[in-house]
């Protein structure tokens, strides 16, 4: 570190590569003292692992990129060529695209609110921004196509294309020519030349959907396109230059395909700069009632129908479900629900389909077993508090199956049909202490 900082009085350099952890002090020291000196210098910030924490750090100091070792000297060269072109040519110079996009970022797009929702939201405000590759793993039907999208539109690249490439959809025999492209005549039926999806993201974004599903023949040539930013079509020996953010997405455990010799090792930590998880439906339950109002709202629009509300029942019975779908789960199920309400402008339980209707008509989740029957209060003329009367009846069948449990509440949940923490959350809302449940278990 004291070295450089003496270049940096004798010498005004037009460019400057710095590790983040220098042997006698901190990299970002050195880069502020660069730039202060040599506000028009150009600044690339280097690291041996990947940290979002460093990364922004060293672009909101004003750092051109960010770059995770191992690093290949082209990738430096492109990075640092437009101070050189600017020093010789500064009347052609075009100003340097922003690394933080100037307004705030918007996530309108993704419906959630609740804790899990939050995290991501401040993760994805962190990671949007920068060039770093991003792996997204999550459970299918978590919206993994919907965040990528969200992370391209918060991005430097918004105006520049996003493509989309799902590496399960596509035969193994077509893949790479997708991917890469190919020249005319590479292989029969080739009868044109055609670029492929990483020269139509040139500049932009391309998501790559269940990335496990590649072969480990396509996995060698992704993994070299990433470290060398260039493709090759089939059946040409000429390199492409690419500018091209990737973003992956995943729905199994990588780490234990490479355990098994399934994923290229060198690829997962290439892919995996920065991982992002996407939380499932059952751990953000609150979320549910906006989510789907939202698919109601939107199913109605898309049918040419008058919109329509879910009732209390109805959307009772979506929030004590598991969803092991996800989210896309319960989109099917709602646009069902809309379709079988007909004309109503309210949508009942027994709309939706049967796999959850079944709950408020007494069956068991299989079918083969009846539940217990709902004790319904008498009924006053003057009439009675609704919410208030629910939450009575709803913390008497809790402590009830709580004593049957022996106050285990995993075993309780799971009487309930409920997630544990779903239970748990009922019993704070219902306020019912530690004490009431060991009293309900003696």
């Not at 692992?49 to 990129?65: E, I, N, P, Q, T």
């Not at 997708?178 to 932009?204: C, D, S, Y």
């Not at 329509?308 to 969803?323: H, N």
């Amino acid at each position: 570190m004291a070295d450089a900082m003496s270049r940096l009085e004798g010498f005004a350099y037009d460019g400057l590569v710095v590790d983040v952890r220098l042997a006698d002090g901190d990299g970002l020291d050195v880069l502020d003292e660069a730039l202060t000196r040599y506000p028009d210098m150009r600044a690339v910030v280097t690291a041996r692992f990947g940290s979002v924490h460093h990364a922004v750090r060293a672009l909101k100091r004003g750092a051109a990129d960010f770059l995770i070792k191992p690093i290949q000297p082209a990738q430096i060269v492109d990075l640092l060529r437009p101070a050189a072109v600017e020093r010789r040519h500064p009347a052609r110079i075009v100003p340097v695209r922003p690394v933080v996009p100037a307004e705030a970022p918007c996530f309108d797009q993704i419906v959630g609110s609740s804790p899990a929702m939050k995290r991501l939201f401040h993760t994805l405000s962190l990671v949007s921004p920068m060039n770093s590759t991003i792996l997204l793993q999550g459970e299918t039907g978590t919206g993994k196509e919907l965040v990528a999208r969200t992370i391209h539109r918060n991005s430097p690249r918004r105006d520049q294309p996003f493509v989309a490439f799902n590496a399960a959809a596509i035969p193994e025999g077509l893949a790479e020519a997708e991917l890469f492209g190919h020249v005319k005549g590479a292989f029969t039926g080739a009868i044109q030349q055609r670029i492929g999806r990483f020269e139509a993201a040139n500049g932009g974004t391309l998501f790559i959907d269940e990335v496990s599903s590649m072969p480990l023949s396509l996995q060698s040539k992704l993994l070299r396109a990433l470290q060398e930013r260039e493709v090759e079509r089939i059946g040409s020996s000429r390199p492409v230059k690419i500018d091209v953010r990737v973003v992956a997405a995943t729905n199994v455990d990588l780490r234990q395909m490479v355990k098994e010799g399934t994923f290229r090792e060198d690829l997962f930590y290439r892919l995996s700069v920065v991982r992002v998880e996407l939380p499932p439906l059952r751990a953000r339950l609150d979320d549910v009632p906006a989510l789907a109002h939202h698919f109601v709202l939107q199913s109605c629009r898309s049918n040419n129908l008058a919109e329509k509300v879910l009732s209390q029942d109805a959307l009772r019975v979506l929030m004590e479900f598991s969803w092991p779908g996800n989210i896309r789960h319960l989109q099917n199920a709602v646009e069902y629900a809309v379709a079988m309400s007909g004309h109503a402008p309210e949508i009942p339980a027994a709309a939706l389909p049967e796999e959850l209707s079944h709950r408020l008509f007494g069956t068991s989740e299989t079918g083969c077993e009846p539940a217990a029957p709902v004790i319904v209060p008498h009924t006053p003329e003057e009439g009675i508090n609704f919410s208030s009367t629910m939450s009575q009846v709803e913390r008497e069948l809790i402590l009830r199956y709580l004593q049957k449990a022996g106050g285990n509440k995993r075993r309780a949940a799971r009487l309930l049909s409920l997630s544990r923490t779903t239970l748990i959350d009922k019993l704070q809302r219902l306020g019912v202490t530690e004490p009431a449940i060991a009293t309900t278990a003696a």
